[in-house]
């Protein structure tokens, strides 16, 4: 891991100053000519923010040199990502020089003298205000992560195969008992197939036969539900899962403000536009978040689970038998039931080891939880600004109003969390040796896939 500190553009400093025109006089008409640069009363001078409200960025990231490009491609199944923090944090505004001019003086010499102000004009005093600690807006992504998973992962995975393994397996359970009695019942009822009534009842035949199908079916379906969770063992399965946007505004009135100059006249000079109403300052709070996950998944089963090839040979067995009309003879011929007795027994060990399985069987290659946060506190004015702007032409002393610059105090944050193999609340170093065997079955590290 490694972090980096650097400044980024922002509001750090701006230069400003006061200087006097002046216009000559020009009798007897009431007038004067253009306006001259005559004197700088204050000279330029910088303001700079405090060092520790300047815009800057803090990253902490991984260093990954890859040694193949292409497993940075699209379709890539291995993790080529890590774990990612950036904070943005700063006071930003733009700084717009701007030419305020006050009211016309008669001078001694016959001249008119203005004073004017150049320099950017902004809502509140940026120099006032500082970058506050939002650290508190971040938060623990990995029950976040955790729940994204809950969510989105895929149903074709160990745990829901256990499942129906399990359904196969309970239907079949009642049907144990009776198995044993299937020879029997059908060796008492061969003699009596001349009468045709016994075949018929309800609580003979019929029942008999139901039996045998239900078992029949749950042999041959099984083997077809192991069949296709081999062939899919260590598959790429693509999951992600968006939160919703999380968005905030709030707004504060902070009373009466004329905006922000560096070189404050005190308004002696007529700055102000006394026919305007006076504007108001607001506080102007934004949160923004957004929070989001991509994997890959995959189950994994090991190479010497050989039990569907046990399951095969109940399936023929039972696939024939279900694929016909049960007679009393196929009946008879079908005892002793020796592969139904098998089946239920192995199918026993199948449920058991899924079971065991699917506390560890889905697995991911790779998974991320993200998170971007952006929270501004914005001061500007409700209505446009009453400080005038000077004019050039003769005869003219202003040329409109001042644009007070809004100033905001940002807070940026992004986070990626990494998961493991097994979810984002295991950590490499708490995983079990059986868990450590299936990453390395999979070639997932913590790096590379």
Known sequence: MRTRTRDIDGL?????????????WKPPFANFGPWHYYSTLVPESVTAIPALSRSRQITTDENHSLRDINSLRVGATGDVG???DSVKMGIDSKV???????????????????IRYYGPVFATNPTALSVGDFGTLRR????VGTTAIARCKPTNHISNLAVDF?????????????????????????PKQASGEFLNSEFGWLPLVSDIRDASYAAANSHRLMNAYVENSGKPVRRGY??????????????????????????????????????????ITKTYRKTWFRGCFTYYLPIEYTSRWQLAKFAAEAGHLYGIELTPDVVWKAAPWTWAIDWFSNMGDVVSNLSDWATDGLVMRYGYVMETIIHEVTYALDRPCRLR???????VLFSGHAYARPVTVYYESKQRVQ???????????????????????????????
């Open 389 to 395: 702007l000077a004019s050039n032409s003769p005869g």
């Open 12 to 24: 750090n400093s701006w230069s400003s100053s006061l200087v006097a025109w002046e216009s000559a």
């Open 140 to 143: 623990n992504l990995k029950p």
């Open 96 to 114: 717009v020089p701007q030419v305020l001019a006050g009211s016309s003086n008669l001078q001694d010499n016959g001249n008119m003298r203005q």
């Open 166 to 190: 399990f359904e196969l397996y309970r239907e079949g359970l009642p049907k144990i008992p009776g198995r044993h009695l299937w020879e029997t019942k059908t060796e008492a009822m061969l």
């Open 419 to 449: 998961a493991t193999p097994f979810g984002f609340e295991a950590s490499w170093n708490g995983l079990s040796n059986r868990q450590w065997v299936i990453a390395a079955a999979l070639s997932i590290t913590r790096l590379f896939g």
């Open 82 to 84: 890590g774990p990612f």
């Open 242 to 283: 968006d939160f919703p946007v999380e968005e905030t505004v709030t707004v504060e009135d902070l009373g009466e403000y004329e905006g922000y100059v560096t070189r404050d006249p005190s308004m002696v000079w007529g700055f102000v536009d006394g026919t305007m109403s006076t504007p108001r300052l607001q506080k």
